[in-house]
């Protein structure tokens, strides 16, 4: 960063401009995507009259973690429902989550590799229902589970959940496969492997930033679906955290404060992905699977 | 090692025949170049011999074994590919051991095959990199010590040096030769490139739009080609294809241009041009067969320089017979311009002749 040449300065002013009104920019977007989620915080440690006092109180003057203790705590029946509430979301995305990777890899794969009738039919029918808004099949859906039994079910959830998920998902990892060139896999399979050997250790490692997108995608798409959750669930016990805090914490009176401290938490899980995996994560949307 | 046995071998995709009744040996420890332009079948032909792709028809045998349904890993070849196909993620170590494995060979084996393998081909300073981090020549020598690791029945190339610069390319064509001669090992070789099947190998496949056009030694083919597409296609500059028609005066026979001028054959030739039916035969003529007059001669043939080449070795010079072109080869140190009157001659022991119709050779019966 040495400026010396005397015809610089003006293109560096250039670039200067550029680059503070590119920082400004970020800044300004940073604020409006991250002032709620501070607001919200520190709403969450605040006590219930804190929390409702006008003009708002920006910074609590008593502090507490009352709301969390309360909410992590099994014995306590907030916590009680909190933490089944958390534990039903836990199923039902992880779930939603395996079964689409089992589903999407070989359908991807199926759809990258081999020539059969209607396969072009079949890849943009794959797209189609993300064509119409999610609550078109609202009740479609419902009858369906109705008719195979599993409303009330996490079952009911899981299998809708799969159905948002898997177009992007197949459709990102066709894009993996395409970019993996065929002749590794032959080569494989000339050193010895099967065609299933071949894929499982020769395509899917270098698959793996992929699937690991497309994992996260779908577990955070099932992490906070509402909607289907309201609808198809019935049973108390089986809530998902969406439905159970907006259930649970506004059923009398709004109580705020635990409201944000449940919110926060089920932020949880979705930032610690986020972290452990942005790795891979990056790579899969920059990369691709073969560096060229 | 094992010979390799093709039967009338067809693969269609659709309606498209991209190999067509194919059929040819290549003998234990044999080198065998399949050659022919872009498109013409070479790739789908080396594919359907390693099992990649299903056969449509004929039958294949490595060794004594009938293989046409055999799984690639069962028919004990291995494979060079024009990309290399070097598995990214593993280090070049891990590439190489990578077939022995498959074959569950014990690790201690293997280290000892790797290592041995990347002796030979001097890789053993890269031997824990990975592919990214290797220059073209480099991957290009893995790609062949994965071939070599293991004692296959057959190696498959396809392409192996076309993506390297010219240089590299013909120091591992050296290479690649001697390997095959130390090894004995049998060699099917796909490349576009006539000169390095000439240069490297024993036998070579001639194709054009799936079909087998020549099947024989480098010098055969060279010497003998036995339709256009070959006299065309090997040797460079490709030989010259003059049509012309054939002219029988009082029982001598002659070819005749358009231009005016006439070419009356030898004996041997006539016996040739008789076998035909046809009255359209083309005369083909390689450029160091032809000899060039800068003075009027007695039964040259008159024509004009076209373009003048040189090479620093030879000297390349197109020459205009009144239509068709003729290349012919030169000492450098001969004078010669463009639009230069010349005279050519033609030697008749060494000129091909070709049906007009069926672009067959003309042989004698
Ligand atoms: N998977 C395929 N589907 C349809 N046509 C193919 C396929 N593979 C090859 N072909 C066709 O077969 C012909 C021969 O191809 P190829 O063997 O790759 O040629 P080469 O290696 O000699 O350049 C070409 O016309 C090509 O278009
Ligand atoms: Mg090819």
Redesign the pocket.
Known sequence: MSATAPSRPRSRKATDWWRWSGRIYLVLLLLFTALPMFWMVLTSIKTQFAAMQYPPQWWPAEPTLENYTKLLDPRNSVGHEFLLYFWNSLKVSVLTTILGVFVAVPAAYAFSRFRFPGRTFLFFSVLLRNMFPAVVFLMPLFILMRWLGLVGSHGSLVLTYLTFGLPLSIWLLKGFFDNIPIQLEQAARIDGATRFQAFLLIVMPLSTPGIIATSIFSFIGAWNEYVYALTFLNNKDRLTLPVGIQRYFTEFATDWPGLMAATFLMSVPVVVLFLVLQKYFVKALTEGAVKH | MARVVLENVVKT??S?R?VNDVSFTVEDGEFVALV?P????????LNLIAGLIPISGGDIHIGDRLVNDLDPKDRDIAMVFQNYALYPNKTVFKNLAFPLQMRKMPKAEIAAKVNEAARVLDIERLLQRKPRELSGGQQQRVALGRALVRDPRAFLMDEPLSNLDAKLRVQMRTELKRFHQELGATVIY?T?DQLEAVTMADKMAV?SG?NLQQYDSPKRVFDHPVNMFVAGFVGSPAMSLIPLQLDNVAGTLSLKSEAGWSLPLSEANAAKARNTSSRNVVLGARHSTVRLHTQAQAGAIPGVTYTVEPTGDVTFVQIDLGGAIVIVSLDPNIEIRADQPVWLEFDQERIHLFDGETERALRAS
């Open positions: 995709y659709g498209v991209a022919g872009s498109g013409c079948g070479k790739t789908t032909t796909v576009h194709m799936g």
